[in-house]
T-cell receptor, first 121, second 110 residues
Framework: GAVVSQHPSWVICKSGTSVKIECRSL??????MFWYRQFPKQSLMLMAT?????????EQGVEKDKFLINHASLTLSTLTVTSAHPEDSSFYIC?????????????????FGPGTRLTVL | GQSLEQPSEVTAVEGAIVQINCTYQ??????LSWYQQHDGGAPTFLSY????GLEETGRFSSFLSRSDSYGYLLLQELQMKDSASYFC???????????FGAGTRLAVHP
């Protein structure tokens, strides 16, 4: 089956530093990847849609200058949390959809990475 | 905008059947998906409905009524390992992105 990896799985950083999280589709190509944020016992909140070779589309209320997204290839998207603060501490999860699945066809299944737990001190 | 509503918690016993309902509001609709997430884990895909009716996948089934903006996930022959959070998610927008409901925590007891 389709596998999505994330690195690192957890990170602890000091307030004011930047943290980069990588999301890779290991055995399929993903023109579109998605970044979510999840607080304990809460839902997944979509932050942005990442498209290969173009600018990311951010959801309302998400600061694009704080959460930088780069989708440099069909298998890699990165999320950089800039000038992190304790309130940015959360579980960040990426997902990818198989390029061959298409927009309106198939099951619209998204394959999720294992997540990255960010703790900002 | 989009919104989804689902019950926050459901409790059931092993071997029983449970139905988790989901109602939604949206201006654009591709389909309704269901995902399972165990504590600390990644969400995993369970089922998807783009058209009205019932989709069956093993012990799990999902139903959609677009005219009622309503769907449900049916879990049969419950097992302890089914204890998890279940999310309905709306496929919408230009990239068929997923907007998740708040999730339903299912606790299965012996």
């Amino acid at each position: 089956g389709a596998v999505v990896s994330q690195h690192p799985s957890w990170v602890i950083c000091k307030s004011g530093t930047s943290v980069k999280i990588e999301c890779r589709s290991l055995d399929f190509q993903a023109t579109t990847m998605f970044w979510y944020r999840q607080f304990p016992k809460q839902s997944l909140m979509l932050m942005a849609t990442s498209n290969e070779g173009s600018k990311a589309t951010y959801e309302q209320g998400v600061e694009k200058d704080k959460f930088l997204i780069n989708h440099a290839s069909l298998t890699l998207s990165t999320l950089t949390v800039t000038s992190a603060h304790p309130e940015d501490s959360s579980f960040y999860i990426c997902s990818a959809r198989d390029f061959n699945a298409g927009l309106a066809g198939g099951t619209n299944e998204q394959f999720f990475g294992p997540g990255t737990r960010l703790t900002v001190l | 905008g989009q919104s989804l509503e689902q019950p926050s918690e459901v409790t059931a016993v092993e071997g029983a059947i449970v139905q988790i309902n989901c109602t939604y509001q949206t201006s654009g609709f591709y389909g309704l998906s269901w995902y399972q997430q165990h504590d600390g884990g990644a969400p995993t895909f369970l089922s998807y409905n783009a058209l009205d009716g019932l989709e069956e996948t093993g012990r799990f089934s999902s139903f959609l009524s677009r005219s009622d903006s309503y769907g449900y996930l049916l879990l049969q022959e419950l097992q302890m390992k089914d204890s998890a959070s279940y999310f309905c998610a709306l496929g919408t927008g230009g990239y068929n992105k997923l907007i998740f409901g708040a999730g339903t925590r299912l606790a299965v007891h012996p």
